[in-house]
């Protein structure tokens, strides 16, 4: 059951990833081109209302929002809602659930976290003067786990499951340390109204969960005022989505079992009706007692899935075929108009280029392979030391998050110079990563894998 859920999730991030590379190669092709440059730049500009007579939700400190802003401030609340529920569902019941299974995937997160931040604080101490450039140290901090996994895809069947589950289990623990960085380091000074509306909210939301409130409208409703308060807090918005997603219930009140056996038991007792091939396409005409045990079968599959299970399956299609290539396309459009290729061998270009490509890798195998040696962990099954070192070369694929973090960083004090040079860094470091990961993927796995230990 738990491979399975795994493979329907793995199954999703390669679709995105799709439309990813394309979304990013689009962005750099309009930005580039003399003919859509500057609409590229003005379109995100353009102001963003929703409005009930003076009160505008879509507004930041009375003033209105861009859709630039609208795109990373609440599209991404929206994408940090469905990193939360997958967290939180992983924790409760999938690969993090016991520390058995979440303990190597935790523990290589944390070398890819701190190393690539040291990384990129010794480069941009060597080759940057710039205060301001040392604001962007969690930029090669992330894992993007929709590009990371479809790279892994094309490699299909000779991938043990072992190696699938881990780089998967990493990049959301990734997701976790990013939105704890989020949280921290991004909030510069705070209202205290907004801050007591905020509090009030979740409260309405911990009491919601308490009282197994199963509502999805009650809790997205009290949601989009939580992130309307933290907007205007100096919390960052996004960080609405995740306090969201670990206050949505992930129990059913009388347990699996008991649903399962109620559809059953109303499913016998459905009578059994002979329909001739002459009669098949007749309206069927059903007794109350029938409409009732057909009603009873319907409600007890409505809460045979959990609120955040539902909300998961709900939120999957618009994130992945819709919000994050939006993301990307608004993001990735690197400007490459005066710019030269020494942009990327010196100061924030070099310290994020290198820290995805060198700092992750590094990181993550290295924080890895001290625990197996002293026997805290055990690598993955049918797994060798150059298969597990090419997975964690792809832990350098920080394309989403990483962007996102640029924005963060050097977009609230108008660096667009630093802003563009993270970008070419990201944009380097991630196909670096991609394809030097991809060379040793296909040097070290087997041509085929005996068994079932792919599915």
């Known amino acids: 059951m738990a491979n399975y859920a795994f493979l329907s999730s793995f199954k999703k991030y390669v679709n995105s990833s799709v439309l990813l590379i394309g979304a990013t190669i689009l962005a750099l092709l309009v930005a580039n081109l003399d003919a859509t440059r500057e609409l590229y730049k003005e379109v995100w500009t353009l102001p963003v209302n929703l409005s009930v007579g003076g009160f505008n939700l879509f507004s930041h400190g009375e003033h209105t929002m861009s859709l630039g802003a609208f795109i990373n401030d609440f599209l991404m609340a929206?994408?940090?809602?469905?990193?939360?529920?997958?967290?939180?569902?992983?924790?409760?019941?999938?690969?993090?659930?016991?520390?058995?299974?979440?303990?190597?995937?935790?523990?290589?997160?944390?070398?890819?976290?701190?190393?690539?931040?040291?990384?990129?604080?010794?480069?941009?101490?060597?080759?940057?003067?710039?205060?301001?450039?040392?604001r962007g140290m969690a930029i090669p901090m992330a894992t993007d786990i929709a590009f990371s996994l479809g790279v892994l895809s094309m490699f299909s069947r000779r991938v043990p499951m072992g190696l699938k589950i881990f780089l998967a289990a990493l990049a959301v623990t990734d997701d976790l340390g990013g939105i704890i960085v989020i949280g921290v380091k991004y909030?510069?000074?705070?209202?205290?109204?907004?801050?007591?509306?905020?509090?009030?909210?979740?409260?309405?939301?911990?009491?919601?969960?308490?009282?197994?409130?199963?509502?999805?409208?009650?809790?997205?409703?009290?949601?989009?005022?939580?992130?309307?308060?933290?907007?205007?807090?100096?919390?960052?918005?996004?960080?609405?989505?995740?306090?969201?997603?670990?206050?949505?219930?992930?129990?059913?009140?009388?347990?699996?079992?008991?649903?399962?056996?109620?559809?059953?038991?109303?499913?016998?007792?459905?009578?059994?009706?002979?329909?001739?091939?002459?009669?098949?396409?007749?309206?069927?005409?059903?007794?109350?007692?029938?409409?009732?045990?057909?009603?009873?079968?319907?409600?007890?599959?409505?809460?045979?899935?959990?609120?955040?299970?539902?909300?998961?399956?709900?939120?999957?299609?618009?994130?992945?075929?819709?919000?994050?290539?939006?993301?990307?396309?608004?993001?990735?459009?690197?400007?490459?108009?005066g710019m030269s290729i020494d942009n990327l061998f010196t100061g924030v270009g070099l310290a994020v280029f290198l820290g995805l490509l060198v700092g992750k890798f590094a990181g993550v195998f290295s924080f890895s392979w001290m625990s197996v040696k002293l026997k805290v962990v055990q690598l993955p099954k049918h797994t060798n030391w150059l298969s597990f070192a090419s997975v964690c070369m792809l832990c350098g694929i920080g394309f989403t998050v990483s962007m996102f973090m640029a924005e963060l960083s050097y977009g609230p004090v108008g660096r667009a110079d630093l802003l563009n040079n993270a970008k070419l860094g990201i944009l380097c470091g991630t196909v670096a990563s991609a394809m030097i990961g991809s060379i040793m993927l296909n040097y070290s796995l087997p041509k085929t894998l005996e068994g079932k230990d792919t599915e």
């Open 78 to 134: 929206i994408f940090f809602l469905s990193v939360g529920l997958e967290i939180k569902r992983e924790f409760l019941c999938g690969e993090l659930s016991s520390m058995k299974k979440a303990l190597l995937p935790i523990i290589g997160a944390c070398g890819g976290m701190i190393v690539p931040v040291i990384v990129f604080f010794i480069l941009c101490g060597l080759t940057s003067s710039d205060p301001l450039a040392e």
């Open 187 to 337: 909030t510069d000074h705070l209202s205290l109204n907004y801050v007591l509306g905020a509090i009030a909210c979740v409260f309405l939301l911990v009491y919601g969960n308490l009282r197994q409130t199963r509502s999805k409208m009650f809790y997205l409703s009290i949601g989009i005022a939580l992130w309307y308060c933290m907007l205007n807090s100096g919390i960052h918005a996004t960080m609405a989505g995740v306090v969201l997603a670990f206050c949505i219930p992930a129990n059913l009140p009388d347990g699996t079992k008991f649903y399962i056996e109620r559809i059953r038991n109303n499913i016998r007792k459905f009578p059994v009706i002979e329909v001739s091939s002459d009669d098949r396409n007749k309206p069927a005409l059903l007794n109350e007692d029938d409409i009732s045990l057909l009603k009873s079968v319907e409600s007890a599959s409505d809460h045979l899935i959990s609120p955040l299970q539902d909300l998961e399956d709900m939120l999957k299609h618009p994130i992945n075929y819709f919000i994050i290539p939006l993301f990307a396309f608004a993001n990735a459009g690197v400007d490459f108009t």
